[in-house]
């Protein structure tokens, strides 16, 4: 079945160190994102991608950094630069042909928790 | 710089009941979408508006689209207590996707 896979589910992070989450998906998706979203609260952009090799910073990038070297992944590490990751974490693709975007459809989702 | 705003951010209603709740955007944009997002769960598409006009209905649910007004509403008719969740909704621009708040629905029996 198509769709986009998150890995892990749960994830816990010592102080100071660096984690990569997983994100993959078999849509033929051109555009995958990375949202945050803290207890209560909304979904804020942290990265984005139209094109493979290519992705632009959202409104929360610092402490974070992606890669794009396939159509398929797009996988999210947190930093120790990033004071405070707990927080749960959304991926999600899209459709992108000649600069019209469709419907975006989400992962399951990964809760990071410091400890 | 787009930005969405949702109100209510937070709605208690009694099963029965009617509301509504609005989206309001920032800049042009044709395409808006609503998300609803049970707790501690990931985001599932509910509606995909494409034009000004649009109006597309699931249930209980309704969703419209005035993009003259950069306006959209959910409209919940009967409200069941299955209902209760987060509402979320999104819009397209400058090759991202932005989004609301989020609504915290609440249905009392």
């Known amino acids: 079945d198509g769709g986009i896979t998150q890995s892990p589910k749960y994830l816990f992070r010592k102080e100071g160190q660096n984690v990569t989450l997983s994100c993959e998906q078999n849509?033929?998706?051109?555009?995958m994102y990375w949202y945050r979203q803290d207890p209560g609260q909304g979904l804020r952009l942290i990265y984005y991608?139209?094109?493979?090799?290519?992705?632009q910073k959202g409104d929360i990038a610092e402490g974070y950094s992606v890669s794009r070297e396939k159509k398929e992944s797009f996988p999210l590490t947190v930093t120790s630069a990033q004071k405070n990751p707990t927080a749960f974490y959304l991926c999600?693709?899209?459709?992108?042909?000649?600069?019209?975007?469709?419907?975006?459809?989400f992962g399951q989702g990964t809760r990071l928790t410091v400890v | 710089e787009l930005k969405v705003e949702q109100n209510p951010l937070f709605l208690s209603m009694q099963e029965g009941k009617n509301y509504t709740i609005y989206c309001n955007y920032s800049t042009t944009s044709d395409r808006l979408y609503w998300y609803r997002q049970d707790p501690g769960k990931s985001l599932e598409s509910l509606f995909v508006l494409l034009s000004n006009g649009a109006v597309k209905q699931e249930g209980r649910l309704m969703a419209s689209l005035d993009t003259k007004a950069r306006l959209s509403t959910l409209h919940i008719t009967a409200a069941v207590h299955d209902l209760s969740a987060t509402y979320f909704c999104a819009v397209t621009g400058a090759q991202k996707l932005v989004f609301g708040q989020g609504t915290r629905l609440t249905i009392n029996p």
């Open positions: 999600a693709s899209s459709i992108d042909r000649t600069g019209v975007y469709t419907e975006a459809f």
């Open positions: 991608s139209q094109i493979v090799n290519d992705f």
């Open positions: 849509l033929n998706h051109d555009a």
